[in-house]
């Protein structure tokens, strides 16, 4: 059964640091890119980075750019988002998914298996 399980999420202030991991079961992520992805309250979810099949390419949107930064550990099975300098604005439930990863499918990334989800909140 294929499954992505997200963890690390949690409550921080402004300024503070997390990092999210996504562990993968049911298959091998070595030859998948892999998205997270962001949906806060009342927003539509919306795309934060692809990380490309072995590591080759790191996408990010605009607001995120200089402070989160992805990574995938294959031997794991897991990909992660560190996220620095979080804001109010980060707050949201992220998710992981296998993805599209190119310049082409910036900043939709075409996903498709889906994670659970992780609650990110970011308040003083």
């Known amino acids: 059964q294929v499954q992505l399980v997200e963890s690390g999420g949690g409550s921080v202030q402004p300024g503070g640091s997390l990092r999210l991991s996504c562990k993968a079961s049911?298959?091998?992520?070595?030859?998948?890119?892999m998205a997270w992805f962001r949906q806060a309250p009342g927003k539509e979810r919306e795309g934060v980075s692809c990380?490309?099949?072995?590591?080759?390419?790191?996408w990010y949107v605009d607001s995120v750019k200089g402070r989160f930064t992805g990574s995938r550990a294959d031997d794991e099975n897991t990909v992660f988002l560190e996220m620095n300098k979080l804001k109010p604005e980060d707050t949201a439930v992220y998710y992981c998914?296998?993805?599209?990863?190119?310049?082409?499918?910036?900043?939709?990334?075409?996903?498709?298996?889906w994670g659970q989800g992780i609650q990110v909140t970011v308040s003083s």
């Open positions: 998914a296998e993805a599209q990863c190119s310049d082409s499918d910036y900043p939709s990334w075409n996903p498709r298996t």
């Open positions: 990380i490309s099949a072995r590591a080759g390419k790191v």
């Open positions: 049911g298959f091998s992520l070595n030859f998948y890119s």
